[in-house]
């Protein structure tokens, strides 16, 4: 959300101990953009986490 631009990853499973890089680009993030991660946990339940710059 905001001014960043972070390119699109279609990743469908993550298993333990495994990570994902990711590079976001943007004029004064720290002002204007938040991140949110999103995942789901085995048993179903949605995970969210956001984030400011």
Known sequence: M???LLVPVATTRL???QSVDL???GV???RS???V???FRPGGDEYLWRFSF
């Open 33 to 35: 953009a938040i991140a």
């Open 2 to 4: 905001g001014t960043g």
């Open 15 to 17: 298993d333990p101990a």
């Open 37 to 39: 991660v999103r995942w």
């Open 23 to 25: 590079c976001v680009l």
């Open 28 to 30: 004064e993030l720290s």
